[in-house]
């Protein structure tokens, strides 16, 4: 073999023996595909928003309704004592709450009544007040503080309430049979806390300053008096968030 034909016939053998070389190294495992990449995860409702129902349990502080009594055709007004309404009430709510960011706001209907009332017996009077119930709407707007799982709001609402009242007898005004039931539209403004238990489970703790403005009531004779219920009420309650 001449040394031009060398290179050449190595080059040949080289070609022939690959083949074996890889076939001894066994098959070449295919290139394994490209991972491809988690879909975007869908962020979660709010934790406060949405609609919820719920339950509360009061107790009025006194409120201080000033009683007078004015005699039939007089506009002079006779003070004989004052009505400080308190007492257990309790009632049912449902709402519905909006949230951005860190602020949550929405409205609240509530049913409420119970045994808020007072009486007394003076200077030869009688009065009585006492609540039936109170159809309320308040506005809550308040700030969540997601670390602790709570809000802070604030409360403002207006309510419809219905009394009983009473104011009769005979003293320094004359007499007076003033036996009556009324409604009367009031306001509410307020402060609350929340605090989740759960995904959907919830406890509140609310204070509320309810007045029901000035209504004149009269009896036949034209003996009358200013009815004027308000009262501070402290509230527990539990939302369940549907």
């Keep these: 073999m001449t040394s031009k034909q060398f290179p050449r016939a190595a080059t040949l053998a080289c070609a022939a023996l690959m083949p074996c070389t890889l076939w001894a190294a066994g098959p070449v495992p295919p290139a394994a595909p490209t991972a491809l990449s988690a879909p975007a995860t869908v962020s979660p409702d709010p934790e406060w928003a949405g609609a919820y129902g719920g339950l509360t349990l009061g107790f009025a502080l006194p409120g201080q309704d000033a009683v007078g009594v004015s005699p039939a055709g007089s506009p002079a007004s006779i003070a004989i004592g004052q009505l400080d309404s308190e007492g257990l009430n309790g009632g049912v709510r449902l709402g519905y709450r909006w949230q951005i960011g860190m602020v949550v ?7 409420e009544g119970g045994k808020v009332e007072d009486r007394f017996s ?3 009077y009688d009065a009585e007040t006492r609540l039936i119930r109170a159809l309320s709407l308040r506005l809550k707007a308040g700030l969540a ?3 602790w799982g709570t809000q802070l709001y604030a409360i403002a ?3 419809r309430g219905e009394f009983d009242y009473a104011v009769t007898g005979t003293g320094a005004a004359g007499p007076a049979a003033i036996d009556t039931a009324f409604s009367a539209n009031g306001h509410i403004l307020g402060l609350g806390i929340e605090k989740q238990l759960g995904d959907r489970l919830s ?3 609310e204070y509320e300053h ?4 000035k209504t004149r009531l009269e009896d036949a004779g034209g003996a009358a008096t200013q009815a004027t219920p308000r009262f501070h009420n402290l509230k527990l ?3 369940l968030r549907f």
């Excluded at 706001?105 to 049913?111: I, Q, R, S």
């Excluded at 309810?210 to 403005?213: I, L, M």
């Design 105 to 111: 706001a929405g409205p609240e209907l509530a049913l």
């Design 157 to 159: 609402g207006v309510s």
């Design 145 to 147: 503080q997601p670390a």
């Design 237 to 239: 309650g539990v939302n």
């Design 203 to 205: 406890v509140t703790g």
């Design 122 to 124: 003076t200077g030869g």
């Design 210 to 213: 309810s007045s029901f403005g």
